[in-house]
Every structure is written in C-alpha cells, then in structure tokens.
C-alpha cells in the first residue's frame, strides 16, 4: 500500500509540536498514560524512558490527551513508538497514526513507527487495513519463569548450575547487599572496568554510563531497587530493576567484574531471590541485536518473547528498519 492511504495533509502547521525532555517530576503524568495498559514490555517503563532518553534522546508531546513518544539517535532517522491514548477512552487510532506520519513526512523522514506492542498491533491493523508491517525481532524483550531464574532446575540451565558452583567454591565469603545511594561511586567504578576490551565506541559507553549514573543517582524516585555482589569488602557486580505489573520484574542493568568466573551468574540469581518476591516472570529487555548479549539471553531459556514490530504505509527496506 502506498502513500495514498494517508489522510491529505493540510496547510496548517503539524498538530505535533512542543516535544520535551524526560524529566523525572513528568513520572506521575507519563505512568497515567501507560500503567493502565498493563503491558510487559521494557519500553514503557518511565525509567527506561529517562535513563536511556537522557539529553534528547527521548522526548515526549501530549496532544489531545494522547501521548506522543519520539526518539531520536545517531544511528537512525528520528522515529516514533505508537501513540498511546488514555486506556478505556474513545479513540481514532486511525487520526492518532496520521498526526504520527504527517510531522514525519513534513521533516521528510521514513515513515516509521517503531517498537508497536500487543494489543497495539491489533489496534493499528484495525484503524489502517492493508499497513505495512514486520517484526522488530532485535527489539523483542525476553521474558522468564521467576522460579527457574531462582532456582535454576533443570537439565538446560546445568551449565549456570556449575557456574554459580564455581564461584561459591571461589568466593564463599561473598555477600549480597541492596543497593543505596552511598554506594554509588563503587558502582561506577564496576562500570568502568566492566567497559575495557568492549567493542563499543567511546560516544556508546559515555551514553551508557550516563544512563547507568542516572539510575543509580534516581532509584527512589524512580523507584527502582538494587543488588550488589560484594567480595572482600568490594562491589564487584550490581542489577537495578523495577515492578512494571503484579507479576513482571524489569531488569534494566546488570554489570559485573568479566573477570570473575559466575559473577554474572550469582548477581542474576540473587538479585531475583531477593528483589523479585512474588512476581512470576522476569523481563531481561531486549538484546539490541548484539550477537554476544543475543547469546546469554538465550542460554537462559526465556518462557516467552515480548514481540514488537515496525509499521509503516508502504513497503519498507532492510536499511528503513535497520536499528545499527
């Protein structure tokens, strides 16, 4: 299906405008637009927005109290998610996606909306019969059993099993401690040496670490919680996640010494032993396409994957939906 499909653009000046930053005082308006949807995903999570939308990367308008979420990185034109309108209200979804596309196709950018969620996709393909779609599969966040990340029974995870043996047999002195905000020096300092020898440029570890700084210096008003594997009196490995519904944990950074053999192991078991009571799935977020990330999501075996998909009005290329 082609351009025709969308609905004639006028003279006037696009309806979307006003685009501002993720602040953390904007957390109870933003949740007020997503916690009623009850989603599992990564994405709407407030502080997944602000600490990884840091210094524009992430922007927000409400518009005819619709929220409006756009992105904008290095690496791809500026893009949309779906609109998200009030759950329960009486929508067009067929105007919001328009409103969507006509700023895009005044900026002359692809017409994409990225990262479209369950029950969304179900809702667009309702508004636009015939729109272009296709899976986000780098974008799909995996999903966990709570009890097998705790537990790890079973003959598939009998490799972390020996892993977690080995760093007992190590270290049987270690602790586990929440994290609070005196301890944050130290976890930067896990960060900086968790970065050397990676294959990341310096422009991707200043973003992260600025994201990992704004966790850690914002985990109650965030509200996020936090875990840290300390050995000899030092952080050697720390997680911070957050309750995004009843029954689902969000993981949303997990760090540790690469050199010591199960730390990332332990640090993911305990952190679900102790942070996660009561839930019973884990979402790990997605593995951004990285081939090594792809590989140690994936040996943990995920229940499920949280699907995610690009759409657009026309037929789209392998480089439009490229994310690299």
């Known amino acids: 299906m082609g351009l025709q ?22 957390k109870p308006l933003i949740d007020s637009f997503t916690k009623p949807w009850k989603l599992d995903c990564s994405d709407l999570s407030f502080a997944n927005m602000f600490i990884w939308g840091a210094d524009g990367k992430f922007q927000y308008t409400i518009y005819e109290d619709v929220l409006y979420i756009k992105l904008n990185f290095q690496t791809v034109p500026e893009f949309f998610w779906p609109p998200i309108p009030r759950y329960g209200s009486d ?10 596309y006509d700023y895009l196709r005044r900026k002359n950018l692809p017409l994409m909306i990225r990262n479209i969620w369950e029950p969304f996709k ?23 059993l709570r009890e097998k990340l705790a537990t790890l029974k079973g003959k598939k995870l009998h490799g972390k099993r020996n892993h977690i043996n080995r760093f007992l047999e190590n270290y049987p002195d270690y602790e586990y401690r929440k994290l609070n905000s005196s301890m944050y020096e130290e976890c930067i300092s896990v960060y900086d040496e968790w970065k050397e ?21 914002n985990m109650e008003a965030l509200g996020l919680t936090g875990g840290a594997i300390v050995i000899d009196g030092k952080i050697k490995a720390f997680s911070i996640g957050e309750r995004i519904r009843e029954d689902v944990q969000l993981i949303h950074i997990e ?16 952190y679900v032993l102790h942070e996660c009571e009561g839930v019973t799935y ?4 997605e593995d951004m396409g990285v081939e090594g990330m792809r590989k140690a999501k994936r040996s943990y075996y995920p229940e499920y994957m949280v699907k995610k998909y ?3 009005p026309e037929k789209l290329t392998k480089e439009e939906m490229s994310e690299d």
């Open 255 to 270: 760090k540790a010494d690469a050199e010591i053999n199960g730390l990332f192991a332990i640090i993911n078991q305990q």
């Open 91 to 100: 929508f067009d979804y067929k105007k919001l996606m328009d409103n969507v």
């Open 310 to 312: 690009f759409a657009s």
């Open 122 to 144: 179900e809702i667009i393909e309702k508004a636009y019969p015939g729109i272009y779609m296709e899976p986000a599969d780098i974008s799909w966040d995996y999903v966990y």
């Open 197 to 217: 020898g990676k294959d990341l440029s310096e422009v991707e570890f200043a973003n992260e670490r600025k994201s990992v700084a704004l966790a850690l210096q």
């Open 282 to 285: 884990i979402n790990r977020e």
């Open 5 to 26: 499909c969308m609905s004639p653009i006028t003279e006037n000046k696009t309806v979307l405008s006003d685009f501002k930053n993720f602040e953390i005082k904007d």
